[in-house]
């Protein structure tokens, strides 16, 4: 009996764990790309933030991209806060497009107008480490 309860405890504590989606399966390394837009939106919240932004195509015409950052905490480790951001200025976020080709992205490096960048990748195992 108390072999299953600590298998049980070990099952529902690894659960999280299990739980969170694999970046390199859901995002495409190998198409990494710059996008720049104004942000229309962001959801501070667990377990990724996620910013909207209004981005221009080749011909001109608004395209709604949405963009899974870390989480807050890891996000405020590397300096970045809500604060630092203005809805009327461009960023620059480098990304890693959806596989699927839906237009939402992980985010890799935001650049904000004044040239300050942070690192805004989620750090799982599976994620090649930001080269800068």
């Known amino acids: 009996m108390k072999r299953h309860i600590a298998v049980l405890i070990a099952i529902l504590a690894a659960a999280p764990l ?3 989606h694999s970046v390199s ?19 501070w ?16 015409k608004i395209v709604p991209w949405r963009v899974e950052l870390a989480a807050p905490a890891a996000l ?13 200025t461009p960023v620059k976020i480098d990304v890693w497009p959806a596989r699927d080709g839906s ?16 690192d805004v990748a989620d750090k799982w195992p599976d994620v090649i480490p930001l080269k800068r």
């Open 18 to 20: 299990l739980a969170h």
């Open 25 to 43: 399966k859901e995002f495409d390394s190998a198409r990494a790309m710059p996008i720049t837009g104004t942000i229309t939106r962001i959801e």
């Open 45 to 60: 919240t667990n377990p990724h933030v996620w910013i909207y932004l209004n981005v221009k195509d080749a011909d001109g």
């Open 76 to 88: 405020a480790r590397a300096g970045f806060e809500k604060s630092v951001l203005d809805f009327t």
């Open 103 to 118: 237009i939402h992205a992980a985010g890799r490096l935001l650049t904000l107008l004044d040239g300050r960048a942070f």
